[in-house]
C-alpha cells in the first residue's frame, strides 16, 4: 500500500511519519538544514532536498545533482521524529561509531510512504562472467586464441586470463566490467612487461565496455591492445555468442 501527502503541514507530517516509517520505505521532499557530528562535522544550510528513511534505520539525503547522497547513515541507526517550535525534525543516530545526522524541516511539499518487499537480485557482466564466457568460447577473443589459466598469479598482482594466440606468443588478458581507466592500463602494463621479460615476446590487451581517451592514447603508446567488451555484456544478456571487435593498434 502506498500514500502520499501533498504539501502537509508540519503536524500532519509528524504523525504520518510517526504511524508509517518503522514498517515502511519513507520518502519526503523539503526544505530542509542538516547538522552532522561524528567523524567529522558538516553543516547543509536551508534547500530543497529529498530524503529517504528505510525500515532498516538507513537514511539518505540527496540533492538535485549527482549521484551521492550528501548525508547519509547506515542500517541500524536510532530514527527519532519530534515536532518542535515551527520546525520538523528528523535524528538519527549511531552507536558505533558514535555519530549524528539531524535534519531541521522548516516545509514539507510531499511525503510518502509504501511497503516494499525483497526480491531476488542477479547481477550479471561481472568480470567472471565475461571471463567465464571467453573460457567458454575462447574466439570471443580472437581466432585461435587459447585459453591457459584464469587468475595467474605472477609477483605483480594477479593477471585475469593468461593464454595464447594462434601463433604461440604469451597473451595476458585484463578484464574490466566498466570504463577502462589510465589505472587499468598500467595494471596491465606491469603484467605484460613480465612475461615479455620472461618469454621474449608478449601481447596484453585490455578487455572492457569502454575506454578513457587518456586510457586509449596510453595503450597506443605502449605496444598494447584494446578489446571491446560491449558484444560479451550483448552475449551474456542475449544468452548467445558474438565475436568481440579488437583494436589492433600496435603488437609487440
Known amino acids: 500500500m502506498t500514500q502520499v501527502l501533498l504539501n502537509p503541514s508540519l503536524e500532519e507530517a509528524y504523525h504520518f ?10 520518502t519526503l521532499f523539503g526544505d530542509c538544514e542538516i547538522q552532522y557530528e561524528g567523524r567529522a562535522y558538516s553543516h547543509a544550510s536551508l534547500a530543497s532536498r529529498l530524503i529517504i528513511i528505510k525500515v532498516d534505520g538507513s537514511v539518505i539525503v540527496h540533492e538535485h545533482t549527482k549521484r551521492e547522497p550528501i548525508n547519509w547513515q547506515p542500517p541500524g ?20 561509531p558514535k555519530e549524528r545526522l539531524y535534519i531541521i524541516l522548516r516545509r514539507l511539499y510531499y511525503l510518502t510512504s509504501a511497503e516494499v518487499n525483497s526480491g531476488n537480485f542477479d547481477i ?12 567458454e568460447n575462447p574466439n570471443l577473443i ?13 609477483p605483480y598482482g594477479i593477471v585475469d586470463l593468461f593464454g595464447y594466440d594462434k601463433f604461440g606468443t604469451p597473451f595476458v588478458l585484463e578484464f574490466k566490467r566498466s570504463k577502462a581507466t589510465l589505472q587499468a592500463v598500467s595494471q596491465l602494463h606491469r603484467y605484460y612487461m613480465f612475461f615479455l621479460e620472461s618469454y621474449g615476446k608478449a601481447r596484453g590487451a585490455l578487455v572492457s565496455p569502454g575506454i578513457s581517451e587518456k586510457a586509449l592514447n596510453l595503450i597506443e603508446k605502449l605496444g598494447l591492445e584494446y578489446i571491446d567488451a560491449n558484444r560479451i555484456f550483448d552475449s551474456i544478456t542475449n544468452s548467445s555468442r558474438y565475436t568481440i571487435s579488437i583494436s589492433n593498434i600496435q603488437r609487440s
Open 142 to 154: 580472437e581466432e585461435g586464441f587459447k585459453p591457459i589459466q584464469r587468475e595467474y598469479r605472477i
Open 77 to 96: 541507526s536510532v530514527i527519532v521524529v519530534r515536532k518542535e517550535s515551527g520546525v520538523l525534525s528528523v535524528e538519527s543516530i549511531r552507536k558505533r
Open 17 to 26: 511519519l510517526v504511524k508509517n516509517m518503522y514498517n515502511n520505505l519513507i
Open 124 to 135: 550479471k557482466g561481472t568480470e567472471k562472467d565475461i571471463v567465464d564466457l571467453v573460457l
